[in-house]
């Protein structure tokens, strides 16, 4: 009776597919950080003088040569945390 020897293809695929996959994700690990994005927090906590800390940031970051790009506010159970503020050149 002769053994049935298809497996060994399919086998040395996986393998292959699988040596593909770990060498894709190390890559991402390793990727570069943009030097022409900078994103900062401002706490929100004692939302009173938040827009004085904001103003202060700006300023600073402009003195930098960093120009506003985006914000986005972060809420935990409706009460504001603070804000990430991202910066670009």
């Known amino acids: 009776m002769k053994k049935n020897p298809r497996w060994k293809p399919m086998l040395i ?20 950080v943009a030097q022409n994005v900078k994103t900062v927090w401002i706490d929100g906590k004692g939302q009173s003088n938040f ?23 972060y809420t935990e159970d409706g009460d504001m945390q603070g804000m990430f503020v991202t910066y670009v050149r």
Do not use: Q, R, Y
């Open 13 to 32: 695929g996986v393998l292959a597919s699988a040596a593909l996959f770990a060498t894709a994700s190390d890559a991402k690990d390793e990727a570069p």
């Open 51 to 73: 827009a004085e800390k904001l103003n202060k940031i700006h300023g600073a970051m402009e003195a930098e040569g960093w120009k506003f790009s985006d914000s986005e506010i």
